[in-house]
């Protein structure tokens, strides 16, 4: 979720690069800050896409995390 709202951050910054460096290098950071801004909004629009098809398969993490193990990991002082 943080890619999709960094990437409209990323044109923000990149409009504004006028302010903050001369006229031969504000295009340049511009660009830059844009293309890492697609970039970053692409990363998370396929992370959200692969995320809601994972949990309308009802994969989820039930095949990775056992919740029914009945042994627990630390050791109480009872068992010494």
Do not use: Q, R
Not at 17 to 26: I, S
Not at 45 to 58: D, E, F, H, N, R
């Amino acid at each position: 979720m943080l890619c999709i709202i960094f990437g409209p951050i990323c044109f923000i910054i990149g409009f504004n690069m006028d302010l903050f460096y001369g006229p031969e290098v504000a295009g340049f950071a511009a660009v830059g800050w844009w293309g890492f801004g697609a970039v970053s909004f692409i990363v998370g629009v396929i992370l959200l896409i692969i995320a809601s098809l994972w949990k309308s398969s009802g994969k989820g993490l039930k095949g990775y995390v056992s919740v029914n193990n009945s042994t627990s990991m630390f050791i109480s002082s009872d068992d010494e």
